[in-house]
């Protein structure tokens, strides 16, 4: 059906535009550039050459063509090993229309089609059928608009499907986040940004990756008109154009940035050019702006070539790398930013140095690479921008005809909602349950819009496995309840059963969190465990289980890493990785996980470091590849101790810890607002360098302080966390 539906779509395109041979690229330079990046992505997903280039073998038109050539090229390595060819093609087929329906896509220039209209993929969400779905609801809610009028009318047709709830890291699909009617910012402004490409306005998300006046960060929505960029807040309609509750906030940022899909080298501030995209510095829309620059010189004065600068702000209690700038010849690397305080680390290998500076009086800064010898503390004063004046904001009956509009809008959304399973009826659905009935209601409750995937999951699982099931749906993310079908929540169930010998013991922690749990990491949840015990080769079926480190063996023999082709950080299916033969380092992680568990073996990324390891003989063991450099097997243990009572020190709130790697410190990766006292009593941690970060935030300063210490092994140390209350005495 889908193959009918795509060469229907092929032969309306073809009829309409009259003329095949009319090129969607018409700068040859730059098509030929295409051309080799296609080249290039052709032999990197050869294995998936059926799933992925076989759509070529239709009868396509050239704009069919070089539309696919140019997302081929410069995708990121998880659409091309988790995606087919036919879903692009339709997707181009909806783009190339939009083209020609709307009065604006006749006069988009060429460039600004190909990289805001054009891609599928917004940032690293994963991917559906979005534009094909919703094409038509949305084009008939913008009848006889203007660009700006269209892009304000599908921001409120936005608002009716969707409003703001926190959520994981894992950014849901623009039709998973419809399906529960709530996303958070990054999922809000993905979903905006599908909707406005679905009737061809250009579109991208932008985002401050961190606020510097607040632990939290934002992201956002601009439309292209007439060679200006706009902004508005995604599923957050205002009366008019460039304004948005975070307008103020935008002012006192130190960095607003986005990616632009593609070769790119549009008039704008570039921070770093990629061979698949560029980093765009938006900041200057949004905020007074300077620009400063960094001298990275080694031991003798000399400028060093290459040198990663990484320009950091303080937030969530780490120094988080707003930008990472290569250095020039002459050792000089700029950045453009606000008027705060900064962190600025250069490094080199495993030389580094650092300063924090206040950019307003900072024009040009010389760092010297030299090796940092522990322990060492350093108490850090930083001050954030101030808030300027407020804007002047839309007229008062301007406002209020928004509100009312945004209450009837609120009031479609809730319709929608009140159509999914009432209270009472879950209560009498899960009635059947006896002992488990309050946990069914719940997870039922958390599914929102899902619920019908649920149900189905649990009325045709066999009423032996309906204890396991219930663990299973209770130790998957929320988010996995809200858009994960049941064919899915089957295949791990009933592929999970096989290797718990006594269904009576199947509520063992170890079994349900480490083998049961298809959730490993922030990747989408596929089918896997059918998939691989169909799939992996039988030799390693029988004896993994025996030798886990078989199944290492079996990835570095049969998986290509390639991190720099992945960069949207979305991480790979293990199925997608297994077809694909590529991978990146976080998804062959995942990979490992994912084929532990499937024989059996349970399996996990290790809190805070993310390392893959398998549970054996009474112990976790660490999974290192021959790739990746081989720390001691043996462990130094850390303690964590604080005065504080008011507030507790928590993680990610008032410290961090990180681990030294390649020039850097590397937080660890523990839960948000982790109380102290709620950590392990010793930490089982790699003996090395380390750092921890302190932070409290006083008005518009914080008070920070970077203490680096060493961990030997077999080594038992003692931090202590004291949370800092005092300015720096002059």
Not at 450 to 457: G, K, T, V
Not at 507 to 517: A, K, R, T
Request: hydrophobic share 35%; proline share 5%.
């Amino acid at each position: 059906m889908k193959y009918r539906y795509c060469a229907l779509i092929n032969i309306i395109l073809i009829t309409a535009s009259g003329c095949t041979t009319d090129h969607l690229i018409k700068n040859k330079d730059y098509r030929d550039k295409v051309y080799v990046s296609f080249s290039q992505a052709e032999n990197l997903a050869q294995n998936r050459n059926e799933h992925i280039f076989s759509v070529f073998e239709n009868n396509l038109s050239l704009r069919q063509t070089e539309a696919l050539k140019f997302l081929y090229a410069y995708m990121p390595l998880n659409d091309l090993a988790d995606c087919t060819g036919e879903f692009f093609l339709a997707n181009v087929d909806m783009s190339l229309r939009t083209r020609e329906e709307t009065p604006w896509g006749k006069i988009i220039p060429e460039d600004v089609f190909l990289h805001y209209v054009l891609p599928v993929r917004v940032n690293n969400e994963n991917l559906d059928s979005f534009r094909i779905i919703y094409y038509d609801e949305i084009m008939n809610r913008i009848k006889e608009k203007d660009i700006i009028e269209a892009a304000l009318e599908i921001n409120h047709w936005c608002h009716e499907k969707v409003t703001y709830q926190p959520s994981d890291s894992r950014t849901s699909a623009p039709m998973s986040t419809i399906l529960s009617a709530r996303g958070r910012c990054g999922e809000e402004s993905t979903f905006t940004v599908a909707a406005l490409r679905t009737a061809g306005i250009p579109a991208r998300q932008v985002y401050t990756p961190r606020w510097a006046h607040s632990d939290d960060n934002h992201a956002w929505v601009e439309i292209w008109n007439n060679g200006e960029w706009y902004y508005m807040g995604a599923c957050e309609p205002e009366p008019v154009i460039d304004r948005g509750w975070f307008s103020e906030p935008a002012r006192r940022a130190m960095l607003v940035h986005t990616k632009a899909f593609g070769a790119y080298n549009g008039n704008e501030i570039i921070i770093n050019s990629h061979e698949k995209y560029a980093e765009i510095n938006n900041l200057p829309k949004y905020a007074v702006t300077k620009q400063i620059y960094v001298k990275t010189v080694d031991s003798l004065g000399n400028p060093v070539k290459d040198a990663t600068v990484e320009f950091q702000l303080y937030n969530y209690a780490e120094f988080y790398p707003l930008a990472s700038v290569m250095s020039e010849n002459n050792g000089i690397s700029g950045f453009m930013t606000g008027l705060g305080d900064l962190l600025v680390w250069a490094r080199k290998d495993d030389d580094f140095d650092f300063r924090k500076i206040s950019v307003a009086g900072t024009d040009t800064l010389i760092l010297t690479l030299r090796s940092h010898n522990a322990p060492l503390s350093i108490d850090l004063d930083l001050e954030v921008p101030l808030a300027p004046k407020p804007l002047p904001g839309p007229s008062s009956e301007l406002s209020e005809a928004n509100s009312l509009r945004l209450d009837a809008e609120n009031a479609i959304r809730q319709k929608y909602i009140n159509f999914w399973i009432k209270p009472d009826e879950a209560k009498i659905f899960a009635s059947q349950f006896g002992n488990d009935s309050t946990k069914i209601t719940k997870i039922i409750d958390r599914s929102m819009g899902n619920y019908r995937s649920i149900i189905n999951f649990l009325n045709y699982t066999p009423d032996t496995l309906k204890k396991i099931a219930i663990s299973l749906l209770e130790v998957i993310a929320e988010k996995d309840l809200r858009d994960t079908r049941e064919n899915i929540l089957t295949d791990h169930l009933m592929y999970s059963v096989p290797f718990c010998t006594d269904i009576e013991d199947m509520d063992d922690s170890l079994f349900i969190q480490y083998v049961l749990n298809p959730r490993i990491s922030n990747e989408i949840l596929v089918s896997w465990r059918s998939y691989f015990l169909k799939n992996l080769p039988e030799e390693l079926k029988i004896n993994a289980s025996d030798s886990p480190a078989l199944i290492t063996e079996w990835l570095e023999k049969n998986i290509i890493i390639a991190d720099s082709e992945n960069y949207s950080k979305t991480p790979l299916t293990p199925i997608g990785a297994n077809e694909l033969r590529v991978s990146d380092s976080r998804s062959r992680s995942i990979f490992f996980v994912a084929v532990c568990r499937t024989l059996g073996i349970p399996a996990r990324l290790e809190p805070g470091s993310m390392v893959p390891q398998f549970y054996k003989n009474s112990e976790w063991t660490d999974v290192y590849f021959a790739d990746q450099k081989h720390p001691s097997s043996e462990k130094g243990f850390l303690k964590f101790t604080s005065p504080d009572v008011n507030p507790v020190p928590e993680y990610y709130t008032h410290f961090t810890i990180a681990r030294f790697e390649n020039g850097r410190y590397n937080t660890l990766e523990y839960e948000y607002n982790k109380r102290i006292n709620t950590f392990k009593k010793e930490l089982p941690l790699t003996p090395g360098h380390y750092m921890v970060v302190t932070g409290n935030r006083i008005g518009d300063r914080i008070l920070s302080n970077i203490s680096f210490f060493d961990l030997a092994k077999g080594e038992h140390k003692t931090i202590i966390i004291k949370i800092r209350k005092d300015l720096i005495p002059d």
